[in-house]
């Protein structure tokens, strides 16, 4: 019953348990910060690059359950990935990667993926 | 693993001793109160006697009792029933900013028709000052409604006095006493009250069965059109065994109030202390001790965001619920929160614990021994934490 009926799927919950990439990187190569107080949501994004790969990528979340599982699932699907590469991801992609979010938080994979933006956008302004 | 249910507000488990006495009502005495047979009106019969228990609790007659769905419907009924029967004498209508939706909604559908509602102000512990009440009215009021307790942070409002003053104004006078009835002494005689909300799931009863108080002698139209039921006020066959369970959940109310009230009030504040100590740069929403209900601790901690909290509690056991709206779809975090002055970030950290009857000791430290827990896990990843380095 209670798999069936709980709010989250089974990947969210466990993402949510046990968040990868949780911290911040020292001297980042790009910052995303993206959400407001106001919708409960802020999240801050971290990635380290190399040769046009992102090595290494870092998150902090003020939010909910989603808000958690999508930045930590992003982190993970960034990592190894070139700009270009980082740049197509979805949140769509986010999303599915988790097994699916409720309708109603939707909403936090599209952060999920301003985050990353922001953050790819902080790198490629830093290194014109 | 045990399962520690502490939101009672939002809704109690039904007394096992009412689901007993509404059994019958299902089966050997289904019958239809409006029929004249002995199984319809062995069913009127049961009906009468919740109605005068009814009654009985807060001090009113059984005529003036109206059954109806929940706490919900005698909500608006009492709102569109007083606007829309008393339209040729004025438009205005008092509430506050920390009403239920079931007011605060019903009152915006009245704006939209016409009406002119003045929201009251609250002090920073959702507490309305009845000075404030009589400054509002105008010779066009026609209703002031405010709750007997705020269902989020516990503040107890003072009725009385606000009843005072809406009958030597001569205007109809609305509490939503959802939160209160069976919990805390309410008399419609000493509130000075017209019309009051009552629900039976929050005091042991079943879902889906309310009260709305009408004092007698107070115009209002009907909620809904058809049969004769509740003397024409609201047409439906009547939720018999729904009925049935209210009353009996009244009858064991009424025999252990007083001393329920103290057991929880003890909980109540050992929780909050306990919460307050151990969690810095955390803060008690809500009056601090004598106006708030025995069962209600609401605290917001900074830096964490309310559902990821209630999800690491569940993951532990523990119900509770949270002020933050990250499901809902404004996104918006409670309106009574944010009246209260609190920041977005505040109303989105807050948790509620309410209690009730099958409340331990124990379960108020397994609490205390989590939380402290989940808050260090969800302030390490938080980015709001680091800002304020």
């Known amino acids: ?128 | 693993m045990r399962r520690i249910y502490l939101d009672y507000a939002a809704t109690t488990p039904t007394h096992p001793e009412v689901v007993k006495a509404m059994l019958p009502y299902f089966t050997d005495i289904f019958g239809n109160p409006s029929s004249i047979y002995s199984y319809g009106q062995e069913a009127k019969g049961a009906i009468e006697e919740a109605r005068v228990k009814v009654a009985d609790l807060i001090g009113a007659r059984g005529e003036e009792i109206v059954f109806t769905s929940g706490g919900t419907e005698a909500d608006n009924f009492a709102l569109k029933g007083v606007a829309f029967a008393n339209e040729s004498k004025g438009n205005h209508i008092i509430t506050s900013p920390i009403e239920h939706h079931a007011v605060i909604e019903t009152c915006r559908f009245l704006e939209r028709r016409g009406f002119r509602i003045t929201y009251l102000p609250v002090d920073e512990y959702g507490g309305i000052d009845p000075g404030d009440v009589k400054k509002a009215i105008t010779d066009k009021t026609l209703l002031i409604s405010v709750m007997q307790a705020n269902n989020e942070m516990g503040t107890i409002e003072p009725i009385a006095e606000i009843g005072r003053i809406a009958r030597e104004a001569g205007i109809y006078f609305h509490t939503d006493a959802v939160q209160t009835v069976g919990h805390i002494p309410v008399d419609v005689n000493e509130l000075e009250v017209d019309l009051l909300s009552m629900s039976a799931h929050k005091l042991y009863g079943p879902k889906g069965v309310g009260v709305l108080y009408i004092k007698k002698g107070t115009k209002l139209v009907p909620f809904m059109h058809g049969g004769e039921q509740e003397k024409k006020r609201r047409a439906s066959t009547e939720n018999v065994p729904g009925i049935v369970g209210l009353g009996k959940a009244v009858e064991l109310a009424q025999q252990d109030m007083g001393e329920e009230a103290e057991r929880l009030t003890y909980l109540r504040d050992r929780l909050i202390k306990g919460l307050l100590e151990r969690i810095d740069h955390s803060r008690l929403n809500g009056h601090p001790r004598k106006k708030r209900l025995p069962n209600n601790v609401n605290v917001s901690v900074d830096y964490v965001e309310g559902e990821s909290m209630l999800l690491n509690l569940d993951l532990e056991g523990i119900c509770a619920s949270t002020g933050s709206a990250c499901s809902s779809a404004s996104l918006e975090p409670s309106h009574v929160l944010l009246a209260l002055g609190l920041s977005p970030e505040q109303a989105h950290g807050s948790l509620r614990f309410s209690l009730g009857k099958w409340t331990s000791e124990e379960e108020i430290e397994r609490v205390l021994e989590v939380l402290p827990r989940v808050i260090a896990k969800l302030r390490a990843m938080s980015p709001l934490l680091k800002s304020q380095k």
């Open chain 1, 1 to 128: 019953m209670r798999d069936v009926w709980s709010l989250y799927s089974e990947k969210v919950m466990e993402h949510f348990k046990n968040p990868r990439n949780v911290g911040e990187i020292e001297n980042p190569d790009g910052i995303g910060h993206v959400g407001n107080p106001v919708c409960g949501d802020i999240m801050e994004l971290y990635i380290k690059v190399n040769d046009s790969t992102i090595v290494d990528a870092k998150f902090k979340t003020f939010g909910c359950g989603a808000a958690i599982a999508t930045s930590s699932m992003v982190t993970e699907m960034v990592k190894g990935k070139s700009i270009d590469e980082a740049l197509e991801i979805s949140n769509r992609a986010v999303a599915e990667a988790l097994d699916g979010l409720p309708p109603i938080k939707m909403h936090c994979s599209v952060l999920a993926e301003e985050a990353l933006k922001s953050a790819i956008d902080d790198y490629l302004a830093k290194s014109k």
